[in-house]
């Protein structure tokens, strides 16, 4: 049985986080958040410590060490600014981190990372779950027995409604979230990238406080995509189901079917780095660059190569006038 500490006990990933603890057979010890609705650990592990003073949390990680009990993971389920600061944490304490995408919000910081690993002989884990997701493995030796010349047309399409809380939050802040390309579409880059290669040219045609959408051209791939956390740009079909999320990949003529099989994937990830073959820093790093390289690129404008949900007219900033 291993012993974890979380960092980020009340946000909205981390149940998902205590589950693949227990699920796997191991100890959540020590929790922080500086918000204390985290009754949800109750369900879990009920005698877990829990602090909402960073110090204090560092004093009792601190205080077990020297008492013989180590801690052997850290998971970070921090907002998406401070996952490198509280990763450097993890080592400096002598434990291997498994963080939350995005890794962190800059290539450099990955870079940095990887310096500090050496340094403690110890190994920073990104949850990269979709590429553990059934459907996509599959998808993936497909493209891999395809010919080596032969180019996809893609289109996706992620709508996650959110409401007026969303620009309250930090997820609303650019310089904490990275903007709606790394904060919710970070995963889906990553996917696209391992089954299709790297990118040769990346434009983006518009990215507001709502939506962004652009072209990306990878090795075997001419990917549209569009990503959206406005409910009135969801099908009208799909508002009937009562449903506030659409996600879809179309490949060609064919929907790539994918929106099931979610709800284990973090236990999997847990399996996947408890034996071993977690992915490293190394392997979120080109996704970190895209989205990069996207929250700073200019807009293109629409030029003929868009995403059609692009064309949509443009909303307003709830906040502003």
């Not at 592990?45 to 801690?71: M, N, S, V």
Request: aromatic share 10%; with cysteine.
């Amino acid at each position: 049985m291993k012993d974890f500490a979380l960092i980020g006990a009340a946000g909205y990933i981390a149940p998902r986080h205590m589950k693949a603890i227990k699920d796997t057979g191991n100890q959540l010890v020590a929790a922080l958040d500086k918000f204390d609705s985290v009754g949800i650990i109750d369900s879990y592990f009920p005698q877990a410590d829990f602090f909402t003073e960073y110090e204090r949390f560092d004093r009792h990680i601190e205080k077990l060490k020297r008492q013989g009990r180590d801690i052997d993971y850290v998971s970070i389920c921090s907002p998406n600014y401070l996952h490198d600061a509280h990763i450097r944490f993890g080592l400096r304490h002598g434990a291997d981190v498994i963080c939350e995408k995005p890794l962190v919000l800059n290539p450099w910081n990955a870079t940095a990372l990887q310096e500090i690993e050496k340094e403690h002989n110890k190994k920073v884990y990104c949850i990269l779950q979709l590429r553990l997701h059934p459907s996509v493995i599959e998808l993936k030796k497909q493209v891999e027995a395809a010919p080596s010349d032969k180019v996809w047309d893609i289109d996706l399409t992620y709508l996650t409604s959110r409401g007026h809380w969303y620009y309250t939050s930090w997820k609303g802040e650019n310089e904490k979230s990275g903007g709606i390309a790394t904060n919710i579409g970070v995963h889906f880059y990553d996917m696209l990238m391992w089954i299709f290669g790297p990118v040769q040219k990346s434009t983006v045609h518009l990215h507001t406080h709502d939506r962004a959408s652009g072209l990306l051209e990878l090795e075997r791939a001419r990917v549209r995509w569009f990503l959206s956390i406005n409910y009135e740009v969801i099908p009208e079909h799909i508002k009937e189901t009562g449903a506030r999320t659409y996600r879809s990949l179309q490949i060609g003529d064919q929907e790539f079917e994918f929106s099931g099989g979610f709800t284990e994937l973090h236990t999997r990830s847990y399996e996947h780095i408890l034996d071993g073959e977690g992915f490293g820093i190394s392997d979120a790093t080109a996704a970190i660059h895209l989205v990069h390289e996207i929250r700073n690129a200019e807009t293109t404008g629409l030029d003929g190569n868009e995403h059609p949900l692009a064309r949509l007219p443009l909303a307003k900033h709830p906040f502003k006038k």
